[in-house]
């Protein structure tokens, strides 16, 4: 078993999901303490300049499996593909992101090499030359510190939790090609059906506008929504609004939900429990705007509006569209 860490890493479209590069910054560190370095499987079609990309991220050999059957992903064609030349480059560790994707990737390859997986992990370490993983138990009450028998050692990383490394425009990685072996792919992805135009997922948004208990209904969320296109922004919503059914469970921020890291989040009738709090804390800037002064999203936010977010909301974006018009 070698010393290198491989991280698979992700693409939709050809676009990079910010979690492979997240896992470039923490697979660097872990390798460095192995002794190693960090590698990249880029698996898709026509996937142009990403490897590039990748190098400047960290990544110093980029494995690369460019085929048209590797378009959409397919649980056994990434599988089958992966497997087979992971065997040779034996990787110590090997980091898929917990996405949609990730979740059902990981456990299959997992099985696939005889071996187990940590998944959902928040902190990667390194201690006496074995892979330390930390992952939330319990819906958060308890952090469990797992330690892998067997080798690769896997895990998925939470996507927004570590952040990812600036990038070096100089960095080069060497670039090997790698063969899709898709073989018997018994189930094919024949269509993938967007949330819609202009949806943007919360988990991959620089600015999120969210809607809590407080815009009392399905209706409520309008002036939310009229404010995010407004910005650019995804809508995000508090487990209280899709517990109600008033918006889908996609947009949930939260422990059970998605953790966020934009740079502006926007969280308009939410109160701020501990559960939604721990998936947006981390936000570079938090505006809270809510008709209670003692609501505890204040203790957390930037900027704090105390009013009805029916008032406010519309105000802000009639004020934002003037702005960015200018
Ligand atoms: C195991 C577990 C996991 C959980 N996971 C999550 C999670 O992932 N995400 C999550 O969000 N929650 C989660 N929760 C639930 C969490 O504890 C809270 O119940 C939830 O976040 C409350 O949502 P809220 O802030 O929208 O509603 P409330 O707490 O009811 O707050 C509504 C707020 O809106 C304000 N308001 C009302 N009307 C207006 C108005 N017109 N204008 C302005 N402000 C107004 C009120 O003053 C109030 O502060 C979890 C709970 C548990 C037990």
Redesign the pocket.
């Known amino acids: 078993m070698g010393n290198n860490v491989l991280v698979i890493v992700e693409q939709r479209d050809n676009i990079l999901k910010k979690v492979a590069l997240e896992m470039l910054g923490i697979g660097a560190e872990l390798a460095t303490a192995l002794g190693g370095s960090v590698e990249a499987a880029l698996l898709g079609s026509n996937l142009g300049d990403l490897p590039t990309v990748l190098a400047q991220y960290g990544a110093t050999q980029v494995y690369v499996a460019d085929n048209p059957d590797l378009a959409r992903y397919s649980s056994e064609g990434y599988t089958n593909t992966l497997a087979a030349f992971i065997g040779k480059v034996a990787p110590a560790i090997i980091l898929i992101g917990a996405t949609a994707m990730g979740k059902d990737l990981a456990p299959r390859l997992a099985a696939r090499l005889g071996v187990g997986v940590a998944s959902d992990c928040t902190a990667l370490e390194i201690e006496d030359g074995r892979l330390v993983a930390i992952r939330p138990v319990f819906?958060?009450k308890a952090l469990a510190k797992v330690k892998l028998h067997g080798d690769p050692q896997i895990a998925t990383l939470r996507p927004n939790v570590l952040a990812a490394p600036q990038p070096d425009t100089s960095a080069t990685a060497t670039i090997e090609p790698v063969a899709a072996a898709s073989g018997d792919v018994r189930a094919q992805v024949v269509d993938i059906v967007g949330a819609g135009e202009g949806v943007i997922d919360v988990a991959e948004a620089d600015i999120i506008v969210s809607g809590?208990?407080?815009v009392?209904g399905p209706e409520g969320f309008a002036p939310v929504t009229s404010l995010a296109k407004t910005l650019g922004a995804a809508v995000g919503?508090?487990?209280?609004?899709v517990d109600a059914g008033w918006i889908e469970h996609a947009h949930?921020?939260?422990?059970?939900?998605k953790t966020v890291t934009p740079n502006l989040y926007i969280a308009?009738?939410?109160?701020?429990?501990?559960?939604?709090l721990?998936?947006m804390k981390t936000s570079k800037v938090i505006v809270a705007?809510?008709?209670?002064p003692e609501?505890p999203?204040f203790k957390v936010a930037d900027y704090g509006i105390v009013?009805?977010?029916?008032d406010v909301v519309p105000l802000l974006d009639k004020e934002f569209q003037t702005l960015l018009a200018e």
């Open positions: 819906a958060g809590g208990r407080g009392a919503a508090s487990r209280a609004a949930q921020v939260g422990q059970t939900g308009c009738g939410i109160s701020g429990a501990i559960q939604h721990a998936g705007v809510n008709k209670d609501a999203i009013g009805d977010l029916f």
